[in-house]
């Protein structure tokens, strides 16, 4: 979206950080009435600049949960395999985060899980039908190093 000025960019660092924030605290913090910031959330969403709000949930609340990384290869890197490869993973919610690369793996991806066979459970029924992959290579988190600068910044 052409056009994005500095008002539309508080709007958006806003809703990063709370996406339940009522329209009129919103408005208050960036200086608009609540219907001008209504306009420009709309505008934004229209747009495709925001495409969707979502829950986090904390993982790292469950004192078992493990982050696992993924990262895949896949057979071919043409726009039909990336798109295909990019369609399916958008169909599973374990995967929590996806990301295209450079270097030597073609996708980085993130999942929680409680333990290695729940992680095995994704890797047969999800990670090893994805289009495409020709292979995965997977990394268990020891702990989360930033984790606890996250909840002390939350406070």
Same mark, same amino acid.
């Given at each position: 979206?052409?056009?994005?000025?500095?008002?539309?960019?508080?709007?958006?660092? +806003?809703? /990063?950080?709370? %996406?339940?924030?009522?329209?009129?605290?919103?408005?208050? =913090?960036?200086? @608009?009435?609540?219907?001008?910031?209504?306009?420009?959330?709309?505008?934004?969403?229209?747009?495709?600049?925001?495409?969707?709000?979502?829950?986090?949930?904390?993982?790292?609340?469950?004192?078992?949960?493990?982050?696992?990384?993924?990262?895949?290869?896949?057979?071919?890197?043409?726009?039909?395999? +990336?798109? /295909?490869?990019? %369609?399916?993973?958008?169909?599973?919610?374990?995967?929590? =985060?996806?990301? @295209?690369?450079?270097?030597?793996?073609?996708?980085?991806?993130?999942?929680?899980?409680?333990?290695?066979?729940?992680?095995?459970?994704?890797?047969?029924?999800?990670?090893?039908?994805?289009?495409?992959?020709?292979?995965?290579?997977?990394?268990?988190?020891?702990?989360?190093?930033?984790?606890?600068?996250?909840?002390?910044?939350?406070?």
């Amino acid at each position: 979206m052409a056009g994005i000025d500095a008002i539309d960019r508080n709007i958006l660092r +806003l809703l /990063r950080l709370n %996406a339940r924030m009522s329209n009129a605290s919103l408005a208050s =913090e960036v200086g @608009l009435s609540p219907s001008a910031c209504l306009r420009r959330i709309r505008l934004l969403e229209h747009a495709g600049v925001i495409r969707g709000y979502t829950a986090l949930v904390d993982h790292s609340a469950r004192e078992t949960a493990m982050a696992v990384i993924i990262n895949i290869t896949l057979e071919r890197q043409t726009e039909d395999y +990336l798109n /295909r490869f990019e %369609a399916a993973v958008r169909r599973h919610p374990e995967i929590q =985060e996806c990301y @295209l690369m450079t270097g030597g793996s073609d996708y980085l991806l993130r999942v929680e899980v409680e333990n290695a066979a729940e992680f095995e459970r994704i890797h047969t029924e999800i990670l090893s039908t994805l289009p495409g992959v020709l292979r995965i290579h997977s990394s268990f988190s020891i702990r989360n190093v930033l984790a606890t600068r996250r909840r002390a910044a939350a406070k």
